[in-house]
């Protein structure tokens, strides 16, 4: 082996997965190969972050352990702890390098993650339902028709679909106060496009890979634009800047296109309504 | 309170801080100065506490005038200051009087900082008075525009130090990404054996980088779930070249990423004029946290490395016009006179 060869292999050392149960010194001086992980996976991510993963897809139990283990870390406070968020099935943890280290935070994060069965845990307490707006095709929604064909629907079951049911807030992420919710039924496993829409409006109501995202700000997108709010998702002025919380749930409701105008011009909110549950 | 009144400004001219700690969760990234070892600098030359809010230029101009004696430092990339049309040393700390038009122009390129004694004091949102400008929060700076400062409770000006090198490429330490395994070890030592320059399309979100033959791309790559990203997080786009997400990066995504930069290079990245050139190096975790810790107690350590600022002569214009050393003469005076 040439010896930038050798140097190379050495420094491939840290790269990939340590399960859990592996001891993060015996993880950075283990030969790992890439491997598939065993989930929960805990990696590490940048200079001062773990990733702690529940699965590579999305499914509603490792979408809730998600969310309800970043509540216990965060009520678990350990020293150095600087950050948490949620993503849709992985939780990012980022710390103080002056104030702790790996093996530290990493142990800690083992202990929390055999305690109980994070598959399991219950949807996030304290959220909310919201009654959400939404003006569905035409120029609120270009890509309805398109969508709806992948779906294998006529576009007015499609509406009726996406209105259906509630669906849940999976995380909030990308831009400022941006959900993902879900999930739309199977025949919505539809792909994103491999080109990019030039440029959705806030508050557009977009979907793909059975989600439906609403933008919080003008984007371009490789989701197709269904249908359109009037929600103001982040509004950095008020005392409540984000809107909605991962775990609330959202159910769409059609109005026309001039009904949608007229929320637009007197409710700040986008007439939004919301109840809180257990 | 003494405010400094802005006369001209070209685009990309913030205030920024150290951005928005504890918003992730909502979508929200941290932002902040672009160079925060810049403002480390400008907070060590003003005995002052880094969090203060100071100026930030991206390769842009400022003409500027306070309304009190001002302490000022100028930090970062380097641009020609001038005071009443006296020039004025770059990464260094100064006495402002009041009226006085200072200007700032002639950019290199990278992100120039301004700092006031007392900080910005300017309108905060989210904690922080740093714009966001990909998330809408506070907007860039423009001309007539009046900021507040905070109480300066220090006097020292006439400092100066010497930078650490960014200015010039090189180098940029990795570490693997929970994805990094997705990419072959001939693909990533092709990453590590690859000259980069930047692209022209660069901004507080992120840097792409071109090079002779990139490709990275990864096919597994339009399967990631979306997870949460960091600043430094490099990614392979669609068109399989590089991008570097920066400050003000989305919050989460799903392309493949090959590696991080370590924050302590960062500050290189961004200083690189798009002419030089930069190249990858993975290190381990291990050393990794190394290196970061040393560039915290060099942060640290800055104010000891202050001393007064004498004419450097890389700044006298007319060099040449100085008599530097007087009395020279051939040496052989005395021979031919007596010969």
């Given at each position: 082996m040439s010896s930038f060869r050798q140097r190379f292999f050495m420094k491939r050392q840290n790269a990939g997965f340590c399960c859990p149960e592996i001891s993060h010194k015996a993880a950075m001086n283990q030969h790992l190969k890439p491997q598939t992980p065993q989930f929960p996976a805990i990696t590490t991510l940048g200079v001062d972050g773990f990733l702690v993963s529940f699965g590579a897809k999305l499914t509603e139990p490792a979408n809730r352990a998600a969310l309800a283990f970043r509540a216990a870390i965060e009520s678990a406070d350990p020293t150095g702890l600087k950050e948490t968020a949620p993503s849709l099935t992985s939780v990012f943890v980022r710390f103080d390098l002056a104030r702790t280290d790996h093996a530290t935070l990493q142990t800690t994060l083992n202990t929390l993650l055999t305690q109980?069965?994070?598959?399991d845990a219950p949807v996030p307490e304290g959220r909310r339902r919201w009654y959400v707006p939404a003006a569905f095709g035409g120029?609120?929604?270009?890509q309805l028709g398109a969508a709806a064909e992948l779906a294998g629907l006529a576009p007015e079951t499609a509406i009726a679909a996406i209105c259906a049911a509630p669906l849940r807030v999976q995380t909030i992420g990308f831009?400022?106060?941006?959900p993902y919710l879900g999930a739309l039924p199977?025949?919505?496993d539809i792909p994103r496009q491999?080109?990019?829409?030039?440029r959705v409006p806030e508050g557009a109501l977009v979907v793909a890979i059975r989600q439906v995202v609403l933008f919080s700000v003008s984007t371009p997108t490789g989701w197709r634009h269904v249908g359109q709010t009037?929600?103001?998702?982040?509004?950095?002025?008020?005392?409540?800047?984000?809107l909605l919380r991962p775990g609330d749930e959202v159910l769409f409701q059609r109005v026309s296109d001039a009904e949608l105008e007229q929320i637009r011009s007197n409710d700040p909110d986008g007439g939004a309504k919301s109840e809180g549950q257990r | 309170m003494p405010e400094v009144i802005l006369h001209r400004v070209g685009p990309g001219v913030t205030v920024q801080d150290q951005g928005r700690q504890g918003y992730l969760a909502q979508g929200l990234s941290r932002g902040g100065a672009a160079d925060l070892l810049a403002m480390a600098e400008g907070a060590a030359l003003l005995g002052q506490d880094p969090s203060l809010a100071a100026i930030e230029i991206a390769g842009s101009f400022l003409t500027l005038e306070v309304t009190a004696p001002t302490r000022i430092a100028v930090t970062g990339a380097r641009m020609r200051a001038r005071c009443d049309g006296s020039e004025l040393t770059w990464n260094a700390s100064h006495a402002l009087p009041a009226g006085a038009m200072f200007e700032l122009g002639a950019p290199v390129g990278g992100y120039s900082y301004l700092h006031f004694g007392g900080g910005v004091s300017s309108e905060a949102a989210l904690g922080a008075r740093s714009a966001h400008l990909a998330a809408g929060i506070l907007r860039m700076l423009e001309a007539g525009t009046r900021l507040a400062l905070g109480e300066d409770s220090g006097n020292r000006t006439g400092l100066t130090f010497t930078p650490e090198a960014?200015?010039?490429?090189?180098a940029l330490r990795l570490v693997k990404t929970p994805?990094?395994?997705?990419?072959?070890d001939c693909q990533l030592q092709r990453f590590t054996s690859t000259i980069f320059h930047k692209d022209a399309r660069g901004n507080r979100m992120g840097q792409r980088l071109v090079c002779d033959e990139a490709d990275f791309k990864?096919?597994?790559?339009?399967?990631i779930l979306s997870e949460t990203i960091v600043p430094g997080d490099i990614q392979i786009t669609g068109d399989g070249a590089p991008f570097v997400l920066l400050?003000?990066?989305?919050?989460?995504?799903g392309y493949p990423r090959i590696g991080t930069v370590l924050p302590c290079d960062l500050p290189r990245l961004v200083q690189a004029p798009a002419t030089v050139a930069l190249r990858f190096e993975f290190v381990t975790l291990e050393e990794a946290v190394a290196l970061e810790r040393d560039a915290a107690s060099r942060r640290a350590d800055l104010p000891k490395q202050l001393r007064p600022l004498i004419r450097d002569p890389h700044d006298i214009?007319?060099?040449?016009?100085?008599?530097?050393?007087?009395?020279?003469?051939?040496?052989?005076e005395l021979e031919r006179t007596t010969r």
């Open positions: 109980r069965d994070w598959y120029e609120n929604g270009p831009a400022p106060g941006q199977p025949e919505w491999t080109d990019l829409s030039p009037a929600l103001r998702l982040f509004r950095p002025e008020q005392d409540t800047p984000f | 960014r200015f010039d490429g090189g994805q990094s395994h997705l990419f072959s990864l096919e597994a790559g339009l399967r400050a003000e990066c989305q919050t989460t995504g214009q007319d060099l040449l016009a100085y008599q530097l050393i007087g009395g020279v003469s051939c040496g052989d």
